[in-house]
Nanobody
Framework: VQLQASGGGLVQAGGSLRLSCAAS????????MGWFRQAPGKEREYVAT????????YYADSVKGRFTISRDNAKNTVYLQMGNLSPVDTAVYYC???????????????????WGQGTLVTVSS
């Protein structure tokens, strides 16, 4: 089972990037998926969650209104569209999948069972 994150890179402040997370080895079409990020010297931080159907999404306050999480279950892929980026968004971004059933927004990394390798996003000022 593998989650492959891609789409990171160097972008100027105010710019946009779209991250992708492709799953292989099993389908996650019935699982909650999430994005997290980790800046240098900091702990892993929650970014966004999407329900298995894509009908429900939830965002950290720091990205709300700028980032959009979506998924294509036919492609077993989750996306993170990031806009109006600023240097504080610089981090390694990780996608994750949860097999747990929780009545929460899945903001804790401990709720996720599978993790991608991360993709680096660098925002220059």
């Amino acid at each position: 089972v593998q989650l492959q994150a891609s789409g990171g890179g160097l972008v100027q402040a105010g710019g946009s990037l779209r991250l992708s997370c492709a799953a292989s080895g099993r389908t996650f079409s019935r699982n909650v998926m999430g994005w997290f990020r980790q800046a240098p010297g900091k702990e892993r931080e929650y970014v966004a969650t999407i329900s298995w159907s894509g009908g429900s999404t939830y965002y950290a306050d720091s990205v709300k209104g700028r980032f959009t999480i979506s998924r294509d279950n036919a492609k077993n892929t989750v996306y993170l569209q990031m806009g109006n980026l600023s240097p504080v968004d610089t981090a390694v971004y990780y996608c994750a999948a949860s097999t747990k059933i929780e009545s929460s927004y899945y903001v804790s990394p401990s709720l996720y069972d599978y993790w991608g390798q991360g993709t680096l996003v660098t925002v220059s000022s």
